[in-house]
């Protein structure tokens, strides 16, 4: 199959240049199981949220958008997995997942409180969910809820006993996926070992930098992620505190990386990138300059004809209305540019403090600069994707959204996943380029950064564990009315309210 895409290498290079399992050709099959896996909560949010001309219309062009990039796929004879290394993968998923807060198995993080409480409300309220603020206005439930609406089904046809049960499959079954589509050994061995524990404790040096930072070691097993008010999380704090956000950012951007050198790219990404818009708004802008990379990159060498126009405007066919949706009275949703010498505005929470250039140069050191140029000696494909994660994870910090500062959670989740890609690449591939000294220097930085996913870790096998709530409503824990973010304000004159949203239940929910 010819290249299109948007490889910085030509897929013709010697061997020498390889670097091993990144470049296997994707499964089809398991492309496939990820792009349902995003589909099956759009179904759910658009046959509950919108009327039903708009919502089979829109149903309609999913199906196309899925058909579209299934039909291109390559689908090899074999899975690149042997059955032993499948199942250490699926034991380390499950095991994995066992310490997250949503099945409440152990600990739960402060935020499963809110997420509890999103949960309770679809489950209990008709959909789509609106709250009455105070002064009897209708305000939508719109963001970050894809990952709850196959669990809410359960929940309204099974009841609440088994719901952590429903939660922990759900999410056991994004981070197999997760898992299968990093470029892992395809054999049981060490090799495989190795390269999942990487995944699981993948983490900038944060021990590092709050011990600079405040002169003193970080008490454990408390957070250690917001020794300054920036922060690139862990993967394993995305899992335990927002797999709603995290999982499909990584499905889709492993996604990107499975068919970067791919006929098939632009049609797979047409279709996980619309599919991600209900999970969480995070993900599209997130591989927005990676998808403007291959396009540029495709046009370049094969002129407008490499791109599906066709799949191109289905998606955005798709996107708009959905978008449109998300971003119902965002407004409120505070929001800066900061940099060193830029003062606070009067009430700006501390994720959108400034910060001095001490403490900038601090957090991107501490946090990936330090092992990307260590490995950037050895990147022989891909550099261009790979600068590009660093240009992004070095910008991040100077925009921000949010009371805690989403832009940085969420959007730099595809610049580390890269980093993630290259290490494993580079210091477990079966063509592995580094030398001793990086090796060593790289695992060096490896496991300082282990520390905190570590840390989270225990804080959930060793804190006590709590029932979820799944009565108290999103209002009630957020003080008498749901926070801009999650809720917005519904003009019922306005085209979204009149023509594409179903109208303001009788049963909404009170608000303060």
């Not at 152990?106 to 489950?123: C, K, Q, S, T």
């Not at 501390?350 to 946090?367: D, I, N, R």
Request: glycine content about 6%.
């Amino acid at each position: 199959m010819k290249t299109v895409a948007a490889g910085s290498g030509n897929v013709d290079d010697p061997p020498a240049t390889q670097v091993g399992a990144s470049d296997l050709p994707p499964d089809g099959r398991l492309t496939a199981c990820a792009l349902v896996y995003l589909a099956l909560p759009n179904l759910l949010f658009l046959l509950g949220w919108f009327r039903i001309g708009p919502a089979l219309l829109l149903l309609a062009v999913a199906v196309y958008l899925l058909a579209a990039a299934l039909r291109v796929l390559a689908r090899p004879a074999s899975s690149a997995y042997a059955p032993t290394a499948f199942l250490v993968i699926l034991l380390t998923s499950a095991l994995w997942s066992v310490f997250g807060g949503g099945s409440h198995f152990m600990y739960a993080n402060p935020d499963w409180e809110i997420r509890d409480a999103v949960l309770g409300d679809l489950i209990h309220a008709n959909w789509p969910v609106y709250y009455f603020s105070a002064a009897g206005d209708p305000l939508i439930l719109r963001s970050a809820i894809g990952f709850f609406l196959p669990m809410a089904v359960f929940g309204k046809w099974f009841g609440l006993a088994h719901l952590d049960l429903a939660v922990y499959f759900w999410t056991v079954t994004g981070v197999l996926l997760f898992l299968l589509l990093l470029p892992l050994q395809g054999r049981i061995g060490w090799r495989l070992a190795l390269s999942l524990a990487l995944a699981v404790f993948f983490s900038g040096m944060d021990l590092v930098g709050q011990f600079i930072a405040t002169e003193s070691w970080p008490e454990f097993p408390l957070r250690m992620e917001w020794w300054a008010p920036l922060s690139y999380p862990s993967l394993t704090n995305q899992l335990l505190w927002a797999p709603n956000h995290c999982l499909p950012i990584w499905i889709v951007t492993l996604l990107y990386w499975r068919h970067r050198q791919r006929d098939e790219l632009f049609q797979v990404m047409a279709a996980a990138l619309s599919l991600s818009l209900i999970w969480t708004p995070f993900a599209a802008p997130a591989l927005l300059p990676f998808a403007a990379l291959a396009a540029i990159t495709a046009v370049r060498r094969h002129g407008c004809g490499a791109i599906p126009w066709t799949s191109c405007a289905a998606a955005l066919v798709f996107a708009l209305p959905l978008s449109a949706f998300l971003l119902t009275d965002a407004a409120p949703i505070q929001a800066s540019l900061t940099s060193a010498s830029s003062p606070a505005a009067p009430g700006t929470g501390y994720a959108l403090q400034p910060f001095s250039a001490h403490t900038y140069a601090l957090f991107v050191c501490c946090e990936f600069l330090f092992l990307a140029l260590v490995l950037a000696p050895h990147v022989r494909r891909d550099k261009i994707e790979f600068w590009l994660a660093v240009f992004i994870l070095l910008a991040l910090p100077f925009v921000r959204l949010g009371p805690s500062n989403d832009l940085g959670l969420r959007l730099s989740t595809p610049a580390l996943i890269v980093l993630l890609i290259v290490s494993l690449d580079t210091l477990l591939g079966e063509k592995r380029l580094a030398r001793r000294s990086t090796l060593w220097i790289a695992c060096l930085f490896l496991l300082i950064g282990a520390h905190t996913a570590f840390n989270e870790l225990w804080r959930a096998a060793t804190f006590p564990r709590r029932q979820p709530d799944y009565q108290q409503t999103l209002a009630e824990r957020q003080g008498g009315q749901p926070a801009a973010h999650y809720v917005g304000r519904v003009d019922a004159s306005s085209a979204l309210g009149r023509w594409l949203l179903r109208p303001v239940p009788k049963t909404a929910i009170s608000g303060g």
